[in-house]
């Protein structure tokens, strides 16, 4: 990695570059990835390195681990895997993992088997790296020219809400390398964006702010008291009006007694790629919203260059970002069902569940207790689940609690201490939540 300038761990180094060394043996490969804006972010990378090597891959997105696998190419997974170890390990071709969810399993990789793990190195996770992050690691290690990628690996780690209080760990170590490097550029900004302020507004559930977001003539009363034109882009705004308008802003979310770190969040840096005009910021909504319908392959397909997948992804993402709008609006009027030690909310929409939660405990909801969506999808449950970054300090790990609790209920699960899912039978729903308040409580007390 020319000198590492990222300061890795000779262990984890020595693994990207055995991967390098697969990337560089091999002429075509099977990529398998997760569905969301993180594993959309890691396929990216992946693919456009590869690309920029004259190299063959097909690309797949999956909610969960396949049940056949490509039997005659070298496998990549990135943002999943780690689960399935024992099984990859018993296959005769390569197989390289790039997962960055903690487990409790632990494998040794036999021949041509590249298992990287960060927890394994004492990099967390769940913080610190993302699957798309990692991807942008093996493409570094592959070809120091993949530099270029920074953005789109940045951007799942920003989707994986690895950038609240700015990004840390190995994330902030590619930031400062790519701005070195003139990959990126730095720009401080208010976290919103559209059409003008009013749109702007109107749309923000990332971040939303109560009592405000979506609601469109408690935004005209504000403007108009500040004296801001509606249609002025975000970008545009005075400094003057600037710092008016984020008192406001601040001021809603304090009033929902919002921790200072998130308050903090609604505006700071955002690192731009001038050379195709994307920024991570607003790359990683992009991709979120493709994920978020179903459509993970139009959010690859932008990443890749094809400038009208880039015009449906942003009308993807206004479409869904009014979806998000009136649900997070619901849970603020009405609440959702309490018990003594979380929270929980049933989601018809699968793919919406875990951002509502997520967005709930940021902005809504109470930050005493984990929060928890279903969706109850044919014969099974699908569950996410979402803590704060004080309870995951005071001993909670979701990740850890979602495993042991769906195992007991013939279901799988896992993820980070402080996000995770699983997927349990029907009708095991009521049996889950009971089991996930005795784990939070015997940890909260």
Same mark, same amino acid.
């Given at each position: 990695?020319?000198?590492?300038?990222? =300061?890795?761990?000779?262990?984890?180094r020595?693994g990207?570059?055995?991967?390098?060394?697969?990337?560089d043996?091999?002429? &075509?490969?099977r990529?398998?990835?997760?569905y969301?804006?993180?594993?959309?972010?890691?396929?990216?990378?992946?693919?456009?390195?590869?690309?920029?090597?004259?190299?063959?891959?097909? *690309?797949?997105?999956? $909610?969960?681990?396949?049940? &056949?696998?490509?039997?005659?190419?070298?496998?990549?997974?990135?943002?999943?895997?780690n689960?399935?170890?024992? /099984?990859?390990n018993?296959?005769?071709?390569?197989?390289i993992?790039?997962?960055?969810?903690?487990?409790?399993?632990?494998?040794?990789?036999?021949?041509? &088997?590249?298992?990287?793990?960060?927890?394994?190195?004492?990099?967390?996770?769940?913080?610190?790296?993302?699957?798309g992050?990692?991807?942008?690691?093996?493409?570094?290690?592959?070809?120091?020219?993949?530099?270029?990628? $920074?953005?789109?690996? #940045?951007?799942?780690?920003?989707a994986d @809400?690895?950038?609240?209080?700015g990004?840390?760990?190995?994330?902030? +170590?590619?930031?400062?390398?790519?701005?070195?490097?003139? @990959?990126l550029?730095? /720009?401080? /900004?208010?976290?919103?964006?559209?059409?003008?302020?009013?749109?702007? !507004?109107?749309?923000?559930?990332?971040?939303?702010?109560?009592?405000?977001?979506?609601?469109?003539? *408690?935004? %005209?009363?504000?403007?108009?008291?500040?004296?801001?034109?509606? $249609?002025?882009?975000?970008?545009?705004?005075?400094?003057?009006?600037d710092?008016?308008? *984020?008192?406001?802003?601040? #001021?809603?979310?304090? =009033?929902?007694?919002?921790?200072?770190?998130?308050?903090?969040?609604?505006?700071?840096?955002?690192?731009?790629?001038d050379?195709?005009?994307?920024?991570?910021?607003?790359?990683?909504?992009?991709?979120?919203?493709?994920?978020?319908?179903?459509?993970?392959?139009?959010?690859?397909?932008?990443?890749?260059?094809?400038?009208?997948?880039?015009? %449906?992804?942003?009308? !993807?993402?206004?479409?869904?970002?009014?979806?998000?709008?009136?649900?997070?609006?619901?849970?603020?009027?009405?609440?959702?069902?309490?018990?003594?030690?979380?929270?929980?909310?049933?989601?018809?929409?699968?793919?919406?569940?875990?951002?509502?939660?997520?967005l709930?405990? !940021?902005?809504?909801?109470?930050?005493?207790?984990?929060?928890?969506?279903?969706?109850?999808?044919?014969?099974?449950?699908?569950? $996410?689940? /979402?803590?704060?970054k004080?309870l995951?300090?005071?001993?909670?790990?979701?990740?850890?609690?979602?495993? =042991?609790i769906a195992?007991?209920?013939?279901?799988?699960?896992?993820?980070?201490?402080?996000?995770?899912?699983?997927?349990i039978?029907?009708?095991?729903?009521? +049996?889950?939540?009971?089991?996930?308040?005795?784990?939070?409580?015997?940890?909260?007390?």
């Amino acid at each position: 990695m020319g000198g590492d300038p990222l =300061e890795l761990p000779e262990d984890i180094r020595d693994g990207f570059e055995a991967a390098a060394s697969i990337l560089d043996e091999y002429d &075509k490969f099977r990529i398998y990835t997760h569905y969301d804006a993180d594993g959309i972010s890691s396929a990216a990378v992946l693919s456009r390195a590869l690309m920029r090597s004259q190299k063959g891959f097909h *690309t797949s997105f999956l $909610s969960s681990f396949p049940e &056949k696998l490509s039997s005659d190419l070298p496998l990549i997974f990135t943002d999943f895997g780690n689960s399935h170890l024992d /099984r990859l390990n018993q296959l005769d071709q390569p197989v390289i993992v790039l997962d960055h969810h903690n487990t409790d399993i632990g494998v040794e990789a036999g021949k041509e &088997k590249i298992f990287i793990n960060p927890h394994d190195f004492g990099i967390n996770g769940a913080k610190e790296v993302s699957g798309g992050t990692l991807s942008f690691l093996l493409a570094i290690a592959f070809d120091e020219k993949n530099w270029s990628q $920074s953005v789109y690996g #940045l951007a799942g780690a920003a989707a994986d @809400k690895q950038n609240i209080g700015g990004f840390t760990g190995l994330n902030n +170590k590619i930031v400062e390398e790519a701005v070195k490097r003139g @990959k990126l550029e730095v /720009r401080n /900004r208010l976290y919103l964006d559209g059409e003008g302020i009013e749109d702007s !507004l109107m749309k923000a559930c990332d971040p939303y702010f109560p009592g405000i977001s979506g609601r469109k003539a *408690t935004i %005209k009363k504000i403007l108009k008291e500040i004296g801001l034109d509606s $249609s002025t882009p975000v970008n545009e705004i005075s400094s003057d009006k600037d710092r008016e308008l *984020t008192s406001i802003l601040v #001021l809603s979310l304090m =009033e929902n007694n919002i921790p200072t770190h998130i308050v903090e969040s609604i505006k700071g840096k955002d690192f731009i790629d001038d050379e195709n005009g994307l920024s991570v910021e607003i790359l990683y909504k992009l991709l979120n919203s493709c994920a978020r319908v179903s459509k993970p392959g139009l959010g690859l397909s932008l990443c890749l260059g094809d400038p009208s997948a880039k015009e %449906k992804a942003e009308k !993807l993402r206004d479409d869904y970002r009014e979806q998000m709008i009136r649900r997070l609006r619901v849970i603020e009027e009405e609440g959702i069902e309490q018990m003594d030690h979380i929270q929980y909310f049933y989601e018809e929409k699968r793919t919406r569940k875990g951002e509502l939660a997520g967005l709930g405990m !940021l902005y809504i909801l109470s930050q005493e207790k984990p929060t928890i969506g279903l969706t109850k999808i044919d014969d099974r449950v699908d569950i $996410s689940c /979402r803590a704060t970054k004080k309870l995951v300090k005071s001993g909670i790990d979701l990740g850890l609690f979602c495993r =042991e609790i769906a195992r007991k209920l013939d279901g799988s699960g896992g993820g980070h201490d402080i996000a995770a899912g699983a997927t349990i039978p029907l009708n095991k729903d009521k +049996k889950f939540l009971e089991l996930m308040d005795e784990h939070v409580g015997k940890i909260l007390g």
